[in-house]
T-cell receptor, first 113, second 109 residues
Framework: DGGITQSPKYLFRKEGQNVTLSCEQNLNHDAMYWYRQDPGQGLRLIYYSQIVNDFQKGDIAEGYSVSREKKESFPLTVTSAQKNPTAFYLC????????????FGPGTRLTVL | EDQVTQSPEALRLQEGESSSLNCSYTVSGLRGLFWYRQDPGKGPEFLFTLYSAGEEKEKERLKATLTKKESFLHITAPKPEDSATYLCAPWSSASKIIFGSGTRLSIRP
């Protein structure tokens, strides 16, 4: 079955800690994305990548970092510089560009203790 | 500035009671619009892509329509399993996608 997996499903972070969220896809898609979802708000783009070893900042990149060493993988690190990291994080992928249909993973809920 | 507004924020219907969800937007050079369904605690699931005014797409009890300034998601004779949050996401000529905050739909048996 092709799809997008995210892990873990739930993640708890202490203040001052960096944490990494995993995103893997086996759809052979070139483009991958990270979004943040807060209650009552639309999805906001954190980072996106259209090709291996290249990525661009989205609207709310401060306090986050990514890497794209393999086509299938696009991990997101939430650093201690992110002041309000508690949210639901969604990874997505599309064939090539952001206006191709984006397919989403199941999400990771991050809570700061 | 590009904006999208979905209304109502929440809608409660009786099973079988048809209604429509609205997505209105101001987008520079609209190129298309996505509709997604999202269940609580899960990722959005793709429903439709619309590209031009006048276009309509259907899937089971759902029909999406598009005009120059808004899109509607019509739900006909809904069932409890249609309960979810429905998200719209138009995109501009600059290929920037904007997600709405969604309409939370609840269908009572």
């Amino acid at each position: 079955d092709g799809g997008i997996t995210q892990s873990p499903k739930y993640l708890f972070r202490k203040e001052g800690q960096n944490v990494t969220l995993s995103c893997e896809q086996n759809l052979n898609h070139d483009a991958m994305y990270w979004y943040r979802q807060d209650p009552g708000q639309g999805l906001r783009l954190i980072y996106y990548s259209q090709i291996v070893n290249d990525f661009q900042k989205g609207d709310i990149a401060e306090g986050y970092s990514v890497s794209r060493e393999k086509k299938e993988s696009f991990p997101l690190t939430v650093t201690s510089a992110q002041k309000n990291p508690t949210a639901f994080y969604l990874c997505a992928s599309s064939i090539q560009s952001s206006t191709d249909t984006q397919y989403f993973g199941p999400g990771t809920r991050l809570t700061v203790l | 500035e590009d904006q999208v507004t979905q209304s109502p924020e929440a809608l409660r219907l009786q099973e079988g009671e048809s209604s429509s969800l609205n997505c209105s937007y101001t987008v520079s050079g609209l190129r298309g619009l996505f509709w997604y369904r999202q269940d609580p605690g899960k990722g959005p699931e793709f429903l439709f892509t619309l590209y031009s005014a006048g276009e309509e797409k259907e899937k089971e009890r759902l029909k999406a329509t598009l005009t120059k300034k808004e899109s509607f998601l019509h739900i006909t004779a809904p069932k409890p399993e249609d309960s979810a949050t429905y998200l719209c996401a138009p995109w501009s000529s600059a290929s920037k996608i904007i997600f709405g905050s969604g309409t939370r739909l609840s269908i009572r048996p």
